[in-house]
């Protein structure tokens, strides 16, 4: 299993209850390639550098987990089908960094 950071942007219009059925998305589609979450955070409503989608904010969700890099790509199409994530990102990393991250604590 490799270690991974990851990043979930989702579209800031979206409620509580619709970010959680996303977040609960992404985390079928771990369990069912194997993966696991280690921790996660919720960076929250955050400005984007740029605008993504006519969006100028999005809700942040960052994640370390721990899946079979072969199964990496299959995440991303799934996440691709989603238009309410407007972004991910995946980091393999040697080590998880430690938590709290310095994004919570801003």
């Not at 800031?12 to 069912?32: A, R």
């Not at 999005?58 to 370390?64: D, G, M, N, V």
């Amino acid at each position: 299993m490799n270690k991974f950071e990851t990043v979930l942007l989702f579209s800031s219009d979206l409620n509580k209850s619709n970010i959680d059925k996303l977040d609960d998305f992404f985390k079928i589609q771990l369990k069912k390639l194997t993966g696991s979450i280690i921790n996660e955070e919720d960076w929250g409503l955050r400005d984007l550098s740029y605008q993504i989608k006519k969006n100028k904010k999005a809700f942040y969700k960052f994640y370390q987990i721990e899946i079979d890099g072969n199964n990496i790509q299959e995440i991303k199409e799934n996440l691709n089908k989603e238009e309410k994530i407007i972004r991910y990102i995946f980091i393999k990393v040697d080590q998880h960094s430690e938590l709290p991250t310095k994004m919570v604590e801003k």
